[in-house]
């Protein structure tokens, strides 16, 4: 059964950039999409942006300018990277396994903004 | 662009069936997910291409479709179910991912 594990930095200032990985384990990178979603404090979950298996990837316009996702598969790594965040960025972030339905999840990480 | 709207808070008794919509216009074009989230934890996938369960998930849960509504429906609602549900969706003019506001589940 695949699982799938966040991690990076937790603690960031307004205007660094945030960068995590998303270790895949028990699963193949290349022959599925992927998916990076968060959630701040209390609030719904927000889509960030996908990648399907052909390296094709597709942002939310909200955030589009500012984000980057990608896939390493000779280390089975999602990385995601969110440039210029501001205190509105502070979420829990979570990578996925699929684009649309969303089949596992890891257990998400907190990332907080603050100066 | 699209949005989905979900009721924000949904009681039930235990024992009892619980209907949980979604609305939207892109639910016209594509069939919504639906994610239980319970407090502190990780989404889980239990409803996806409208209608279908993933492994391991109860047969209690069933999801339909109308128009520009999808449903989520818990027969024999268990304490275990009390909390967040999601819909998602892709807006159907963008292709971007959409996910409704959510609705917290209380089982009475």
């Known amino acids: 059964q695949v699982q799938l594990q966040e991690w990076g930095a937790g603690l960031l200032k307004p205007s660094e950039t945030l960068s995590l990985t998303c270790v895949v384990s028990?699963?193949?990178?290349?022959?599925?999409?992927w998916s990076w979603i968060r959630q701040p404090p209390g609030k719904g979950l927000e889509w960030i942006g996908e990648i399907n298996h052909t390296g094709n990837t597709n942002y939310n316009p909200s955030l589009k300018s500012r984000v980057t996702i990608s896939v390493d598969t000779s280390k089975n790594q999602v990385s995601l990277k969110l440039t210029s965040v501001t205190a509105a960025d502070t979420a829990v972030y979570y990578c996925?396994?699929?684009?649309?339905?969303?089949?596992?999840w890891g257990q998400g990480t907190l990332v907080t903004v603050s100066s | 662009s699209s949005e989905l709207t979900q009721d924000p808070a949904v009681s039930v008794a235990l024992g009892q069936t619980v209907r949980i919509t979604c609305q939207g216009d892109?639910?016209?074009?594509?069939?919504a997910g639906w994610y239980q989230q319970r407090p502190g934890q990780a989404p889980v996938l239990v409803i996806y291409g409208g209608n279908r369960r993933p492994s391991g998930i109860p047969d209690r849960f069933s999801g339909s479709n109308s128009r520009n509504t999808a449903s989520l429906t818990i027969t024999g609602t268990q304490a275990e179910d009390e909390a967040d549900y999601y819909c998602n969706s892709r807006d159907s003019s963008s292709n971007h991912v959409i996910f409704g506001g959510g609705t917290n589940l209380t089982v009475l």
């Open positions: 996925a396994r699929g684009i649309g339905d969303l089949s596992s």
């Open positions: 892109s639910l016209r074009s594509y069939y």
């Open positions: 028990g699963g193949s990178l290349s022959t599925h999409s």
